[in-house]
């Protein structure tokens, strides 16, 4: 599965942002799909994912309660609505995808080229 993300940009602290992540492929629903950042100096971190139905989501603790992960199975899309922005969501966010929930958070198999989020304080 080929991946492109889009929706990046700068914004103000308290801002509101949504990525999109659209995928190539008859077999878009097979995969959990998902999203990892990558901020300046460090590692790369999983941000939320969502199941193959779209029925369950994760995410981590740092976006809980400010960051939805949805997808349209139809559309081969899976978007991230990024509410309440703070300076340090500062990263290049990255679209990924796996076969299970599991492979997912440890490593996906596909990955998208990465889109900036920038925040400013």
């Known amino acids: 599965v080929q991946l492109q993300a889009s929706g990046g940009g700068l914004v103000q602290a308290g801002g509101s942002l949504r990525l999109s992540c659209a995928a190539s492929?008859?077999?878009?629903?097979?995969?959990?799909m998902g999203w990892f950042r990558q901020a300046p100096g460090k590692e790369r971190e999983f941000v939320a994912a969502i199941s193959r139905s779209g029925g369950d989501t994760g995410y981590a603790d740092s976006v809980k309660g400010r960051f939805t992960i949805s997808r349209d199975n139809a559309k081969n899309t899976v978007d991230l609505q990024m509410n309440t922005l703070k300076p340090e969501d500062t990263a290049v966010y990255y679209c990924?995808?796996?076969?299970?929930?599991?492979?997912?958070?440890?490593?996906?198999?596909?990955w998208g080229q990465g889109t900036q989020v920038t925040v400013s304080s």
């Open positions: 492929g008859r077999t878009f629903s097979k995969y959990v």
């Open positions: 990924a995808a796996d076969t299970t929930f599991t492979g997912f958070r440890t490593g996906p198999d596909y």
